[in-house]
């Protein structure tokens, strides 16, 4: 039997626990809490932070191959690691150029990849920048940039946190004023400044490749954001088989390139004009594929299992004509389970509720999903579905 070690314990990680017993594969996880998703479905369990490498060693002696469940992890202490022979895949080399924001967006630069003009902030008041509103009017004269911008911390930023849409010279003084070491909404004083991409739509694609080189690509999907969170995801994405098939060719590009092992989730803008710009790149199983979980011959949680494994890929297609995932965001502060909603969303014909097990709920938390699954293409019935499941769920 195969054992798989997991750094990271939240619901991507329980998410493959299915696939696991499928494949008959043993989890072992890493993951600093108790409560953790992932715990409850773990053969054996590491406690402690994801950035521990003391703890990955232990996690390692315990597994075949180690992989990841998010990408919150130090690179530099884990070589060391990989120096003595663990097998992390994807590879420690994989990850390198994507998990600071500005080196995934040169690298992708440098693939011949199309995406949103970019620079780096290095620090607070730097020279590149400058401590004065003519300084940062030039820098961005001489750029070519104009308001809406978008400033990213460059590490650890997701489901919207540490992104930020600037509207004026003002708020990104404010912004980079307020982003000192001691502010947790704004950890790192180091960020990306990009130009505001006014998309028309929002698509993701989870891609996989093996051991041997293969890839599989699931149907692309249209991701509906709001507060930059993902609210819904719908496959497939209604774009013309021409676009589809170049969004296969920069999903391959790029994992061919890494020379990746694993599932990856890959973000892009679709602009008025019909051009593909890349976003951002996740190098791990991705809340835009859990549509994936009923609504494919083979989840993209399966998929991961199998390519870090070394087993074959899966079919991706899709087994439905069409399907929409909603994500049950927290609206409050509180401990509830949400049982009397959730069994309401039940009720709703062709709906399957994924719910994590988190204790608590905050605004904007992920705590679970429901996927409506349609046998017939028909966007509206599927929209009005999502629609009567957020009417549920957020009721009060």
């Not at 990850?95 to 003009?117: F, I, M, S, T, W």
């Not at 809406?148 to 600037?166: C, E, N, S, W």
């Not at 204790?359 to 996927?371: A, C, D, E, I």
């Amino acid at each position: 039997m195969k054992r798989v070690g997991v750094i990271g314990g939240g619901q991507l990680a329980w998410m493959m626990a299915s696939a696991a017993n499928k494949l008959g594969v043993e989890l072992i996880v890493q993951t600093p809490s108790a409560n953790d998703p992932a715990v409850a479905i773990a053969h054996d369990t590491v406690f402690a932070s994801v950035a521990d490498a003391a703890a990955t060693a232990i996690l390692a002696s315990k597994c075949d191959v180690i992989t990841f469940e998010n990408e919150f992890v130090n690179l530099e202490t884990l070589s060391v690691l990989a120096k003595q022979g663990v097998c992390f895949r994807p590879s420690l080399e994989a990850l390198a150029p994507l998990l600071d924001k500005y080196h995934q967006r040169c690298y992708l630069r440098n693939l011949g990849l199309p995406v949103p003009k970019f620079f780096a902030v290095d620090q607070v008041g730097s020279q590149e920048l400058g401590d004065g509103s003519n300084s940062i009017f030039e820098f961005l004269a001489f750029h070519n940039l104009d308001f809406p911008l978008v400033l990213k911390a460059r590490r650890h930023g997701y489901d919207g946190q540490g992104t930020f849409i600037i509207k004026d010279i003002e708020d990104l003084q404010q912004k980079l004023a307020a982003a000192t070491p001691e502010n947790t909404l704004l950890p790192n004083s180091v960020f990306l400044l990009e130009e505001f991409i006014p998309f028309t739509t929002e698509l993701a694609v989870i891609a996989a490749r093996s051991v041997d080189g293969k890839v599989a690509i699931y149907p692309i999907v249209e991701t509906q954001q709001q507060e930059q969170v993902c609210r819904r995801a719908i496959a497939p994405a209604e774009i013309s088989p021409q676009l589809a098939a170049e969004i296969d060719e920069i999903a391959r590009v790029i994992l061919n390139g890494l020379e990746a092992v694993g599932v990856f989730g890959i973000e892009l803008f679709l602009t008025a004009d019909n051009k593909v710009l890349v976003n951002e790149i996740a190098p791990r199983t991705h809340n835009s594929g859990h549509f994936s979980v009923d609504a494919c011959e083979t989840s993209q949680f399966e998929q991961h299992l199998r390519a870090v494994c070394d087993l074959p890929l899966g079919n991706s297609n899709l087994i439905c004509s069409c399907a929409i995932m909603v994500n049950l965001l927290g609206y409050e502060i509180s401990t509830s389970n949400y049982i009397v909603k959730r069994q309401k969303i039940e009720q709703i014909p062709q709906t399957i509720v994924h719910w994590y097990g988190k204790t608590q709920s905050r605004p904007g938390r992920k705590l679970g999903h429901v996927n409506v699954l349609l046998n017939h293409k028909n966007r509206n019935e599927a929209m009005a579905i999502a629609h009567t499941i957020e009417n549920i769920w957020y009721s009060n």
